[in-house]
């Protein structure tokens, strides 16, 4: 009986560290909406985005634009304060919409229209976004994946309807 014990016991030490590798749930679900982005296009990298001079890892979601974008495209960066609280947001600008900074002044020179539209895709983001940055040459989500998959693959179509 006791040998048995110990050869169960030492089966039992080689085979544990076998299910350490195996991914849990949460990073199973995060695996299926990283793919559903990859195949709207959407590039996924795990980063670390810059607030306030400290570096804070999140998942970035980033669209290319187009080359015709490029050239009427706007620079910004806003926050969503529900989700930033923790991280000591200090803005430097005011309130675009409720729950969401500007984190650069000045505020793009944009027209009511681009506002507008900016406004629509806001309040679509996912809850637990994060930062919403534009650049001329890419759009980034900054978030951490608790969305739903339905709502990654509305991000592609969301991200047309931004005119900035």
């Known amino acids: 009986m006791s040998t048995t014990l110990l050869v169960v016991i ?3 030490m ?12 949460r990073q199973r679900y995060q695996m299926h909406l990283r793919k ?5 296009g959407i590039k996924v990298r795990l980063e670390k985005f810059e607030l306030n001079g400290e570096k804070l890892p999140a998942t970035a979601y980033r669209w290319m634009r187009d080359a015709d974008e490029k050239k009427t495209a706007h620079r910004f960066r806003l926050a969503h304060v529900p989700r930033m ?5 200090e803005p430097r600008g005011d309130e675009f919409i409720p729950g ?3 984190l650069e002044s000045p505020v ?18 996912p809850e637990d ?5 534009a650049g001329t040459a890419t759009v980034t989500l900054w978030w951490r994946e608790n969305g739903t998959p339905e709502q990654v693959e ?3 179509e969301l991200m047309s309807g931004l005119p900035m």
């Open 14 to 25: 080689v085979i544990s560290p076998i299910f350490w590798l195996m991914p849990s749930r």
């Open 129 to 133: 976004s994060l930062i919403f940055e």
């Open 85 to 89: 609280e923790k991280e000591r947001l």
């Open 108 to 125: 793009p020179a944009v027209s009511d229209d681009q506002l507008e539209a900016l406004k629509n895709v806001l309040e679509q983001l």
């Open 36 to 40: 559903i982005a990859l195949h709207a």
């Open 154 to 156: 509305s991000l592609p």
């Open 10 to 12: 030492i089966f039992a």
């Open 100 to 102: 969401w900074l500007w």
